[in-house]
């Protein structure tokens, strides 16, 4: 079983996204032997579109958090790399092989990621810098954005050239992320608390043990999860993560971090609402957010916060 790359897939309702994530994955593993976990947290339709595919394991749990379902899946598979990917991430360049190789060639790399495009072929920023109430004011404000400024300000990296070389960052976006499971052993399994930001999360434990997070553009993947339009329950509950998390990781300084944030949903809100209707849904998504931020208590929905698990 070392000799085994595990694969992750959190399945919703869509078994299409899912079979043409799984073919890009066969396409790609560059000889890598797989074994393909689909955790279905949704109708069942991608679990069953799994089942028909040989060497997929299949496994049903309810609709909580992603890292609830990577927990889940994690719990039986004993592979030395587990590759987590999203269901609506198709691997488009590049092998399995290579990346594995190259945490094979560097073992103080606990987490990988590779370059990621939108469905238009543009590049879809895929990791960061660690958040901060300076950073999300740069996100805020647009400053983040902007040539020259943006090198070093934001959550998010945005400079084209950042993705040409290989280079170590922050965090990696979990939508597509290579773990070495005994990294993951030392520091313990992904927090159920947090509904989104669990890839910031477990990156933020691994440095502090002394781990690295790696970049590397030998793949490339389509994420068609940025052209999904913005969901007004969801980005509410992605608003509640980040203030989670500033108060797990930099407690002292989660106020200024929280009003940062608050900032620059106003801004959206009052920038969707002068540019016309057609932005109705970014704007109910924007004020959900900010309405969960003023508040400061988890938004109402069907997403529950279980406690931390520990291994």
């Not at 329950?233 to 990781?249: D, I, N, P, T």
Request: glycine share 10%.
């Amino acid at each position: 079983m070392n000799d085994v790359c595990a694969v992750i897939i959190t399945g919703g309702g869509n078994g299409h996204q899912v079979q043409a994530c799984l073919d890009g994955l066969r396409a790609h593993a560059g000889g890598t032997a797989l074994e393909v976990i689909v955790v279905d947290t949704g109708s069942g339709l991608a679990g069953r579109y799994a089942e028909n595919c040989p060497g997929v394991h299949t496994i049903h749990c309810p609709e909580r958090s992603n890292a609830y379902a990577y927990n889940r899946a994690l719990e039986s598979t004993e592979a030395r790399y587990v590759l987590f990917l999203g269901p609506e991430v198709e691997l488009l360049e590049g092998s399995l092989r290579q990346l594995v190789s190259a945490l094979d060639s560097f073992p103080d790399i606990a987490l990988a990621g590779v370059r990621q495009v939108r469905g238009d072929g543009s590049l879809a920023p895929s990791n960061g810098r660690f958040p901060s109430g300076s950073h999300m004011l740069a996100e805020a404000i647009g400053l983040a954005r902007v040539p020259g400024a943006r090198r070093f300000l934001g959550e998010l990296i945005y400079s084209p050239r950042d993705y040409g070389l290989p280079r170590t960052c922050d965090w990696i976006s979990g939508s597509l992320m290579l773990l070495r499971v005994d990294a993951l052993s030392a520091v313990g399994w992904f927090d159920e608390r947090l509904f989104c930001f669990e890839d910031a999360d477990l990156c933020w434990r691994l440095s502090r043990f002394g781990w690295d997070i790696a970049y590397f553009p030998c793949m490339t993947a389509c994420n068609r999860q940025h052209d999904r339009l913005r969901d007004a329950r969801r980005e509410a509950h992605s608003a509640y993560a980040r203030m989670q998390l500033a108060r797990k990781h930099f407690p002292f300084a989660a106020a200024e971090y929280r009003w940062a944030l608050a900032l620059r949903y106003a801004l959206r809100v009052g920038a969707y609402t002068l540019r016309g209707r057609y932005l109705n849904h970014r704007r109910r998504a924007a004020r959900a957010a900010l309405d969960t931020v003023i508040r400061g208590r988890p938004p109402v929905g069907p997403y529950p916060i279980r406690g931390l698990i520990r291994r």
